[in-house]
C-alpha cells in the first residue's frame, strides 16, 4: 500500500478553447509526446464537425458525444471459490471520463477513411447523435451489467 495519496497533477486549458477536457482528450489522442500534432488533429476534427453541422456548435457537439459514451457501470472480474463473476460496479467519476475518450479515440482510429481527423470528426458526429462504435460499446457494457446483476452481492 502506498504510504499517501498522490498528488493529482494540475492540467492547463487548451489555447484555443480554454478547456481542460480538451486537453485531456488531446493528452489520449497523442503519440510519442508529439502534442503539437494531437491538437492540430483535433482542432482539424472540430473544424470538420463545424462544416459537416453548421446549426450546431463544434464543441458543444464534442462534449454531447463524450456525454453520451460515457459509462454509468461496468462489470469487473472477482474469484469467488472456484468460480470468476462479472460483477457490475458503478465506475468513479475520473474514470468515466477517461474510458469515454479512450473509446472515442480507439474506434477513431479503427474506422476508413482518409485522416485521422477525419475519422475522429466522424466518430465525434456519430456519437453525439447515439450512434457509432464507440456509443454501441458503452451500450454493451451497460447490458453486460445488467445480465450480471444477480451477482452484485458479492461487491467488495
Known sequence: MRRRKAKKIAILPDPKFNDVTVTKFVN?????GKKNLAFKIFYDAIEIVDKKLEEQEALEVFKKALDNVTPSVEVRSRRVGGATFQIPTPVREGRKQSLAMKWLIGYARKRNEKSMAGKLASEIIAASKE?????????????????????????F
Request: charge should be positive.
Open 28 to 32: 489520449n489522442l497523442m503519440y510519442s
Open 131 to 155: 450512434e457509432g462504435a464507440a456509443f454501441k460499446k458503452k451500450e454493451d457494457t451497460l447490458r453486460m451489467a445488467e445480465a450480471n446483476k444477480a451477482f452484485s452481492h458479492f461487491r
